[in-house]
């Protein structure tokens, strides 16, 4: 991992927390140009291209593919280069996707040159996100010490969050105000502005060792990534299907249940900064898939809007640390020089995770129905229940390590 060009002792507390913030506002950045289309793009290609549903799907997908197929350089990269120059190239790809926007908006009379150019721009995008998410987790770990890897994770994915349910409703008021151009426009300003407040910042070194090929790190952290996958399915069921659930049940308040499911995400990772370095992360992640297979269990079986709510408050509570609970374990796994590498690949698991579960469940869904879904995959975050329960009983943490990770 990059190591800070000159020694110092890390902050604590308060100071500590802005620290990290300095650095992960910059993945904010990036994710807000992911929600501000979120919600306008499917309908700009049905709608105002006369595109089917597919292809306003497939726009927004191919972002996903593209942060799935380039994590694992963004990682290997970080490692070479430094995290922050690796920050840098992610908004500039967020910067030049929001460009393809632009030009996209120009052609939309020739619906296909239109869509082509959203393509390639979303494509773009989900290359820069994974180089900026990637870099921006690395670049805190190398400001603030390994001591608190937990904490820096557990940020960016606090403020990933909070930029995806601040872009989305935003997106939609600029759309109807100025259409796709002004919203092409708002994106393309954000990244300039992160560029530019990005590239003062003092960076860190990249490694000179030689790092270990691809191969070599994914055999050390496939482990914790499948782990991870299993885990993941739980809030890719309750983000993309809970709504069709009440729907199917006749029932109101989806989107609060949606709320719900984010605010005990956010709120636990709020709660419990401490808790990886505290306990270890094999015991938090156990605790954590526990509760979120509960909660899974709960909505399965919901007889009443306030079980399934319930339901979804406790997956979100127990999906929020199991990513950087695991994590923390998988990068200590690999030398320090690979270990942008690591944290890339076990990423993708999720990234990969997320993409099957939504196929997949609604094949489910419409074979056997709702509820049985979410039954299956209750069952599925207890299989990552066991499996950690098994890695902690064969790699026990000591104390040592839990203050050291």
């Known amino acids: 991992m990059p190591q800070p060009a000159t020694p110092a002792a890390a902050p604590s507390g308060f100071q500590l927390n802005l620290v990290i913030l300095s ?13 501000l289309p979120l919600a306008v793009l499917p309908g700009f290609v049905h709608d105002s291209l006369g595109y089917s549903a597919f292809w306003a799907g497939l726009v927004i997908s191919l972002q996903y593919v593209a942060t799935l197929i380039t ?25 030049v996707s929001g460009v393809f926007t632009l030009l996209a908006a120009f052609t939309q009379h020739t619906p296909v040159i239109s869509l082509v150019l959203l393509c390639i721009g979303r494509l773009i995008l989900g290359t820069g996100q994974s180089f900026c998410g990637t870099g921006t987790s690395l670049w805190g770990v190398a400001k603030v010490g390994s001591l608190h890897i937990g904490r820096v994770i557990s940020w960016n994915g606090i403020v990933t969050y909070g930029a995806m349910a601040i872009g989305a409703p ?24 992160g560029i530019a407040l990005a590239l003062p910042k003092p960076g860190v070194k990249g490694s000179k060792n030689k790092p270990l090929p691809f191969r070599a790190v994914l055999g050390k952290v496939y482990g914790y990534g499948l782990i991870l996958a299993m885990g993941s399915a739980g809030f890719g069921v309750i983000a993309t299907f809970i709504t069709l659930f009440y729907q199917a049940r006749g029932w109101e308040g ?24 505290r306990h270890g992360g094999l015991f938090v992640a156990a605790v954590c898939l526990a509760v979120e297979a509960l909660g899974l269990f709960f909505v399965a079986g919901a007889f009443a809007p ?30 320090q020089q690979n270990q942008g590498s690591a944290l890339a690949t076990y990423t993708a698991f999720m990234d990969l995770s997320l993409g099957i579960t939504g196929p997949l469940a609604g094949l489910i869904m419409s074979l056997v129905g709702f509820s049985f879904v979410y039954l299956l995959t209750g069952l599925l975050v207890c299989l990552a229940l066991y499996c950690t329960l098994r890695l902690r009983r064969r790699e026990p943490e000591t104390p040592s390590e839990v203050h050291q990770g």
């Open 71 to 95: 994590r694992p350089h963004a990682g290997r990269y970080a490692d070479l280069w430094g995290p922050k120059r690796v920050v840098v190239f992610g908004m500039a790809g967020c910067l």
């Open 23 to 35: 650095i992960v506002i910059f993945n904010f950045a990036s994710y807000l140009t992911i929600g």
């Open 254 to 277: 989806a989107a609060f249940a949606l709320s719900l499911f984010s605010a005990a995400f956010v709120g636990t990772r709020l709660l419990f900064p401490n808790a990886i370095n």
């Open 170 to 193: 935003l997106g939609v008021v600029i759309y109807r105000t100025g259409g796709l151009l002004w919203l092409a426009a708002v994106v393309i300003a954000i990244c300039v502005l």
């Open 306 to 335: 306030w079980l399934a709510n319930l339901g979804a408050f406790l997956t979100g509570a127990g999906f929020s640390l199991v990513f950087p609970a695991i994590g923390v374990v998988a990068v200590k796994r690999v030398p």
